[in-house]
């Protein structure tokens, strides 16, 4: 338990987050794997099924994330890239609220509709881009359609470079896109509470998050066991350097001292 709550300290009061490398090095643990499903456990409850939905003036567009493939160009080029939904509160009279973020499968009306639905609060005042499919979805919702103009939405704008510097800076770029939807939850949760004085009320609010959801194993963590995250084999230590770890004097660690 203590080597949990601890990782649950570093994974919410850190600015930027931690990798999963990160992670097994600083808190000694034994493998790859058991660091990483740790921090994917995390991400799997940071949402709370009967949050609020977004509401007042609220923008909404979509972006790809993942990384260049030759030959395609642009930002809706597709190929290894994913299509995630970005919806962000406007405030008044100046700054930006929460944020949602999902992965979609594609720009479709019915795709659309259940982004919208799901996140933004009927009669609200919806921004969005010049995306003819938009003006289909908007039963129930006051639509101000802004067309050629690059700071249209600029809440939206800033939410997606946030995005992408982040799994670029702290993980590397190296984020599968089976698991993006947990990495956007991780940054929503972060992003939402972005103003928090406390990094220590984020850790119980975490905790609790984590208390009153189900188990999540291993397995459900996984979607192709061939392709699960994998360690780098071990690289014996050298001649000269420091000594091996069995020489070493036994550090004071109190994250691994039982409670």
Known sequence: MTVWFHACWMFTTQKDGVSAVSL???????????????????????????????????????????????????????????????????RQPTGFGRARLAVLPDTKIETLRGFLNDHIEPGS??????????????????????????????????????????????????????????YLNEFAFRFNRRTSRSRGLLFLRALELAAAHDPVRYKDLVINPEQQPRSRAPVPPAQRGHPTSVQRPVADRPWRQPA
């Open 24 to 90: 097994q090095r600083v808190l000694e643990i034994g493998s790859y794997q058991t660091a990483w499903a740790i921090l994917h456990r995390l991400r799997s409850v940071l949402v709370r099924p009967s949050r609020d939905r977004l509401a007042g003036t609220v923008e909404m567009d979509e972006t790809y994330v993942g990384g260049d493939e030759p030959g395609l160009r642009g930002g809706r080029a597709k190929g290894k890239k994913v299509l995630v939904g970005i919806a962000v509160e406007r």
């Open 125 to 182: 005042t919806v921004v969005t881009d010049g995306l003819q499919v938009y003006k289909g979805i908007m039963s129930g919702y006051v639509h101000e359609r802004i067309v050629a103009s690059d700071t249209s939405l600029p809440g939206v704008h800033r939410v997606a470079s946030l995005l992408k510097r982040w799994l670029l800076s702290t993980h590397q770029g190296s984020v599968d896109g089976a698991h993006l939807p947990g």
